[in-house]
C-alpha cells in the first residue's frame, strides 16, 4: 500500500511542487524509507499547514514503526476536529490492534459501525475483516472466523484471502486454510505472502518437495518485498534440510546471512529476530553436516540471542525445544524453552469463554459384555506411514491385551499406502483419520471415541498437532516415544520413560510432567516382526563374517555405529577415534549418509560434503579417513 492510499488521499493537492512531494514520499515509503518519507511529508504540511493527508500519512509512518503513541496523537487531534470520521476510528483501531491492545481496538471498530449505521452503509466488508484481525491477534481465532465468513463479495480481496487462510491455519482447517491462499493468488498471483504460505503448508504436511518450488518462484519474482525474501530463503534452506539435502540447505542460508545487512528494519528487535530464526537453522544444519569447527562458539552466541530474545520477552517462538535436545545444556534451559514454546498452543483453540470445547465424565464401562469394562487409550501420530515410529509401535498394537484394553488410532499424516500402515489400521481396534479435520474436530473425535488416556506420539517433532492435544480431548494425556524430553506443557500430564533416559534423582524436575518409569528401556520395538520376516535375516554366527568390501585379510576388527549421521555429534566421534587408536588396523562402520540401498549409485553433493567433513575430522585425530567406511541403510 502506498502512503497516499494509506491516508484516503483523492486528488486533494492542488500545486505542482506538493504532487512532486507526494509522488517522493510514495516512492520512498514504497521502498521501506520511511525517515525520508517522514521528512517529505512534514515538507507538505509546511506548505500547507494542517494539510489533513500529510497529518494522516505521518500516523501512518509512526505506525509503521512501531512508535503507536505518536500515531495515536495524530489521529486524536484529527478525531477532534472531524468526531464522526468512520475511517479515522478505524485507523485507530487498527493502531490498537498492532499494540496488541484488542479491547481498545474492538471499542473503535465499534463506534466506526455505529457511524456507518448512521450513514446506512450497507456495505461494511472492510470493517468486519479489521474486526476479524482484532479477533485473530488477540487470539481468538474461532470469532474471528466467524467475522471474515461475514465479509461480503466485494471485500474479498486477496489480503482477506490471505489474512482468513492464517486464522484457518491457526484453527488447524489446513485444507481450507490452503484453498484460501489458493483464493489470494487467483486474485493477486504474484502475492509472495499467500504463496509462502502455501509453500509452509506443503513441508509442514507431507510433500516437502513441492514446498520448494513455491519458495523458489517467491525468490525469482522481482517484485518480492526484502522481507518476505528473506523469510524464503530461510524456508527452502529448511526445506532442503527436511529433504536431507544439507548442502543446498547451508548454501540458502548463507545467502540469507548475506542478505541480512542489507535489509531495512522496522527496530533492532526486528533486526535481531530475523538473525535469531535464521541462525537457529544454522547451527542445526551444520550439526547435520558435521561441520563441528567452532560450533560450540556458534551455539554459545545463538544462546545467548535466545535468553534475551525468545525467554526474555516471549512471543517469539524461533528455537524449538527439539533442537535443545541436541546440544548439551542445562537440564533447566531445556524445560524453560519447553514452557515457553507449549504457549503458543495455549488458549489458541478455546471457545469464546476461555474453556476447551470437551468436557471429560467418563468411566470404564463393559461396552462388550465382559466380566470386566476396558480401558480406552488412544494414539496419535502425523507418523503411521514407512517410518521408524510405527516400525517401533507396531508391537504396541499386535500385542495389547485386548480383553481388558480397546486401542485407537488417530493418524493426521499422508497416507503413503506403505504395508506399516496397513498393518497399523488393520490390527488396532479402530483407526481415525484426522489428516483433514481442524484441532477442534479432531479433539472432538477423540473425545467421542471415549478415550481415557490419549498417547501423544509425537511431542515438539515434526509434524506435531499439539494443537490438538492443548484443547485436553482425553481426561489423561501422555508424552510418548518419540520426544523423550519434557513437552513442557500444562495440557500434558505423564512422559513414558525409563532410568537411562531420565535418571529421577537428577531428571525429575526438568521435566513438566510426572514421569513413567518403563523398567528396562522406554523404546518399545517389535521383533516378531523381524524374526517372521522370510528375507534379509542374520544368523548370530554370520554377523562375525566380514563382507567382500570390507575384507582386509588380515583379521581386523570392525566397530559399528548405525545412527544416523546427523545424529553423531563431536564428543561420540572422537570417542570413536579414541578406540580406533587404541586398536591398530580397526576400521568404524557408518551409515551412508546418502545411499539408501545397496548397490544405489547416485552419491549426492550432501553425501561426499559430509564424508569429507568426517574424514577431515578423522585425520585431524590421527586415523586415516580408509578406517572410517560407509554402508547404505
Not at 387 to 409: C, I, N, Q, Y
Request: hydrophobic share 40%; charged share 20%; glycine share 6%.
Amino acid at each position: 500500500m502506498s502512503v497516499a492510499i494509506a491516508c484516503g488521499l483523492i486528488a486533494c493537492v492542488v500545486s505542482s511542487n506538493v504532487q512532486l512531494l507526494w509522488r517522493s514520499a510514495d516512492e520512498q515509503y514504497q521502498a521501506n524509507h520511511l525517515d525520508s518519507a517522514m521528512a517529505l511529508l512534514q515538507q507538505i504540511e509546511e506548505l500547507h499547514p494542517g494539510d489533513l493527508p500529510a497529518r494522516i500519512g505521518r500516523a501512518t509512518i509512526y505506525q509503521r514503526q512501531r512508535e503507536f503513541d505518536r500515531a495515536l496523537e495524530l489521529l486524536d487531534a484529527v478525531l477532534t476536529e472531524q468526531p464522526h470520521n468512520a475511517e479515522l476510528m478505524q485507523r485507530v483501531g487498527d493502531i490498537y490492534t498492532d499494540m496488541r491492545a484488542i479491547p481498545q481496538a474492538l471499542e473503535s471498530y465499534q463506534a466506526a459501525k455505529r457511524e456507518l449505521d448512521a450513514e446506512k452503509k450497507e456495505d461494511q466488508s472492510g470493517l468486519l475483516h479489521r474486526m476479524a484481525l482484532a479477533y485473530h491477534h488477540g487470539g481468538d481465532f474461532a470469532t474471528a472466523e466467524t467475522f471474515f465468513r461475514r465479509v461480503g463479495k466485494r471485500g474479498q480481496t486477496a489480503a482477506f484471502h490471505f489474512d482468513f487462510g492464517v486464522t484457518l491455519e491457526r484453527l488447524g482447517k489446513i485444507l481450507e486454510a490452503g484453498e484460501s491462499y489458493g483464493r489470494a493468488l487467483e486474485l493477486e498471483p504474484t502475492q509472495p505472502h499467500a504463496r509462502i504460505n502455501i509453500a509452509a503448508l506443503h513441508q509442514q504436511y507431507g510433500n516437502v518437495s513441492g514446498s520448494i518450488s513455491h519458495y523458489l518462484y517467491v525468490l525469482n519474482s522481482p517484485s518480492t518485498p526484502e522481507d518476505i525474501r528473506f523469510m524464503a530463503m530461510s524456508n527452502v534452506g529448511a526445506a532442503y534440510e527436511i529433504t536431507r539435502d544439507i548442502a543446498s540447505a547451508l548454501t540458502w542460508y548463507q545467502r540469507g546471512l548475506e542478505f541480512l545487512p542489507t535489509m531495512t528494519f522496522s527496530g533492532e528487535f526486528s533486526a535481531q529476530s530475523a538473525r535469531l530464526h535464521l541462525m537457529v537453522h544454522v547451527v542445526r544444519a551444520k550439526l547435520g553436516a558435521c561441520i563441528w569447527e567452532h560450533s560450540e562458539l556458534e551455539f554459545d552466541t545463538l544462546w545467548a540471542m535466545v535468553s534475551h530474545m525468545q525467554l526474555a520477552v516471549g512471543g517469539l517462538y524461533a528455537f524449538p525445544p527439539f533442537d535443545s535436545l541436541l546440544h548439551a545444556m542445562p537440564s533447566g534451559d531445556r524445560k524453560a524453552i519447553a514452557m515457553q514454546y507449549s504457549t503458543k498452543y495455549e488458549g489458541s483453540n478455546t471457545s469464546r469463554a476461555g474453556e476447551p470445547p470437551v468436557q471429560h465424565r467418563f468411566v470404564l464401562e463393559d461396552e462388550r459384555g465382559g466380566s470386566e469394562p476396558r480401558l480406552h487409550v488412544g494414539y496419535m501420530s502425523y507418523d503411521f506411514s514407512d517410518h521408524p515410529t510405527t516400525h517401533l509401535m507396531e508391537g504396541v498394537f499386535a500385542m495389547t491385551d485386548r480383553r481388558s484394553t480397546k486401542v485407537v488410532a488417530f493418524g493426521y499424516g499422508r497416507d503413503d499406502g506403505s504395508a506399516f500402515r496397513q498393518r497399523v489400521v488393520q490390527t488396532v481396534e479402530k483407526f481415525v483419520e484426522l489428516s483433514t479435520a481442524s484441532f477442534k474436530q479432531s479433539a472432538v473425535q477423540i473425545h467421542d471415541e471415549r478415550i481415557h488416556i490419549l498417547m501423544d506420539c509425537q511431542g515438539h517433532t515434526h509434524g506435531t498437532r499439539m494443537g490438538i492435544v492443548a484443547l485436553r480431548p482425553a481426561p489423561i494425556v501422555v508424552n510418548y516415544l518419540v520426544y523423550p524430553g519434557t513437552s513442557g506443557a500444562k495440557f500434558v500430564d505423564y512422559v513414558v520413560v525409563d532410568r537411562y533416559v531420565a535418571p529421577p534423582a537428577e531428571l525429575a524436575s526438568a521435566f513438566t510432567e510426572k514421569l513413567v518409569l518403563l523398567p528396562h528401556s522406554y523404546q518399545v520395538n517389535y521383533y516378531e516382526q523381524v524374526l517372521n520376516s522370510p528375507s534379509g535375516i542374520l544368523q548370530r554366527s554370520s554377523l562375525w563374517e566380514s563382507d567382500d568390501d570390507f575384507e582386509d585379510g588380515n583379521g581386523a576388527f570392525v566397530f559399528v555405529n548405525f545412527n544416523k549421521i546427523d545424529k553423531l555429534e563431536a564428543s561420540v566421534f572422537a570417542t570413536w577415534m579414541a578406540i580406533l587408536r587404541r586398536v591398530p588396523r580397526s576400521s568404524l562402520l557408518l551409515l551412508d549418509p546418502g545411499k539408501f540401498f545397496q548397490g544405489d549409485s547416485d552419491e549426492s553433493a550432501t553425501s561426499r560434503e559430509v564424508k569429507r567433513n568426517l574424514w577431515r575430522e578423522a585425520e585431524a585425530q590421527g586415523i586415516s579417513n580408509s578406517r572410517i567406511r560407509f554402508v547404505p541403510r
